[in-house]
């Protein structure tokens, strides 16, 4: 079955960074599309980065863009988040997703989140 394990989550000041991984398996990685999405407390839920079968970023949230970087790596079935800059507004919990061949919106599998905590 389709298993998506975050990681990487943690405590940080504001200013500072974090990278999450996000393992996968339980299907042929290469041919979806993968995304990242966060539950804040203020914002709800919001769809923070999604990325394409060869790598190429198809999306980054108004509030990430120029600070996050989204990244895959299909031989090793693990699709990166590396956060820069981080403000107390990137709190939140990070899911990893599973999309389909051409969305990452067409969400059919999450993972249980890796926690990211900005404060001073």
């Known amino acids: 079955q389709v298993q998506l394990v975050e990681s990487g989550g943690d405590w940080a000041q504001p200013g500072g960074s974090l990278r999450l991984s996000c393992a996968a398996s339980g299907f042929t990685f290469r041919n979806f599309q993968m995304a990242w999405a966060r539950q804040g407390l203020e914002n709800g839920l919001e769809w923070v980065s999604g990325i394409d079968l060869g790598g190429n970023p198809v999306y980054y949230g108004d509030s990430v863009k120029g600070r996050f970087t989204i990244s895959r790596d299909n031989v090793k079935n693990t699709v990166f988040l590396e956060m820069n800059n981080l403000k107390p507004e990137d709190t939140g919990l990070y899911y990893c997703?599973?999309?389909?061949?051409?969305?990452?919106?067409?969400?059919?599998?999450w993972g249980r989140g890796t926690q990211v905590t900005v404060s001073s």
């Open positions: 997703v599973k999309g389909n061949k051409w969305n990452f919106k067409e969400a059919d599998s």
